[in-house]
């Protein structure tokens, strides 16, 4: 059964840094592109970031460049997200994907973990 399963989350105040992992079980993903989502309350899910197999970044989110850095280790199945310079306006569920399909389309999900940033 695959799995991908998020840790990391938390309360932090603003200016402050989480970091996210998603570690990913029952088949390797070091070959698929993987990504970051997150959904705000009452808000779409909306893109973060994406990594292709190399481990280099393939964009991310206006809103979260220069402050958020995504990073993958294929040998533990694990993809990251560095978070910095928190904002109140970050506050949101954050989902991992694996296996991209297509634009914003992944095969993989993750059940999401809480970030609240406070002000």
Do not use: H
């Amino acid at each position: 059964q695959v799995q991908l399963v998020e840790s990391g989350g938390g309360l932090v105040q603003a200016g402050g840094s989480l970091r996210l992992s998603c570690a990913a079980s029952g088949r390797s993903f070091s070959g698929t592109v993987m990504g970051w989502f997150r959904q705000a309350p009452g808000k779409e899910r909306e893109f973060v970031a994406a990594i292709n197999r190399s481990g280099v970044p393939l964009s991310y989110a206006d809103s979260v460049k220069g402050r958020f850095t995504i990073s993958r280790v294929n040998a533990k199945n694990t993809v990251y997200l560095q978070m910095n310079s928190l904002k109140p306006e970050d506050t949101a569920v954050y989902y991992c994907a694996a296996d991209r399909v297509g634009g914003y389309s992944y095969n993989y999900w993750g059940q999401g973990t809480q970030v609240t940033v406070s002000s």
